[in-house]
């Protein structure tokens, strides 16, 4: 299982972002697939998540602002965020929640500032 993400880079405060991470390999239909970042000398958190049966839950930061979605016929995990702050900046990454593993992407950028 691979995880490829990408679409971040440099925004200014109040513009929009949305981040792709393509999912290849064999996935088991029972899968959490969400969003996580982590800012420097900060803890990695939780951005948005997924599950396979549609419920989802987001960072209290982030709530009414980012919107997770996925796209199964692509393989594709979607996370569109709107309204970005400059403490939205930080790398974000993808990661593939499995029974009995954990999967995570390179990182993807993204910066807010004027």
């Known amino acids: 299982v691979q995880l490829q993400a990408s679409g971040g880079g440099l925004v200014q405060p109040g513009g929009s972002l949305r981040l792709s991470c393509a999912v290849s390999?064999?996935?088991?239909?029972?899968?959490?697939i969400g969003w996580y970042r982590q800012a420097p000398g900060k803890e990695r958190e939780l951005v948005a998540a997924?599950?396979?049966?549609?419920?989802?839950r987001y960072g209290d930061s982030v709530k009414g602002r980012f919107t997770i979605a996925r796209d199964d016929t692509k393989n594709t995990l979607i996370l569109q965020m709107n309204s970005l702050r400059p403490e939205d900046t930080a790398v974000y990454y993808c990661n593939l929640l499995l029974s009995n593993n954990v999967y995570w992407g390179q990182g993807t950028q993204v910066t807010v500032s004027s």
């Open positions: 997924r599950t396979s049966v549609g419920v989802t």
């Open positions: 390999g064999s996935i088991p239909s029972t899968n959490v």
